[in-house]
């Protein structure tokens, strides 16, 4: 993966994938001199880590022909002081299937070995929690 990131000036960038060309801004949030108005890097990590366990799961469900279409995720991402830093990201998943218990531990396992999860530092706390209807 190829990736180009502009600054564009007032705390934004511009974030671009060479492959397909689809971009995205980041924005400094409130907090940090920043407007708030697009993702700030630290929101682009917490959100990578829901996007990425979504689709390991999709990857999964898919391979046990379960279909996995509507499943949401909420994130709070928590930072600290001192340094600045992610402390802690709470996923909440809302899977709209209905499955056994077997299959359920199986797409829960395929979440927890995403790849964002083991890149992120051990220090960083994460919640995950799984609502199954």
Sequence with gaps: MISKVV???DLRTKCTHIKSGDAYLTDAPVDNNGKGEAFSPTDSVATALASCML???GIKAKDM???MGGTEAVVVK???VNPRRITCIEISIAL???TNEKN???LEKAARSCPVLHS???EIEKKLTFNWP
């Design 78 to 80: 928590k930072m600290g």
């Design 7 to 9: 600054y564009q000036g």
């Design 55 to 57: 689709t390991i799961m």
């Design 104 to 106: 359920k531990a199986i």
């Design 120 to 122: 992120l530092h051990p």
């Design 96 to 98: 709209k299937i209905s």
């Design 65 to 67: 022909q379960l279909n």
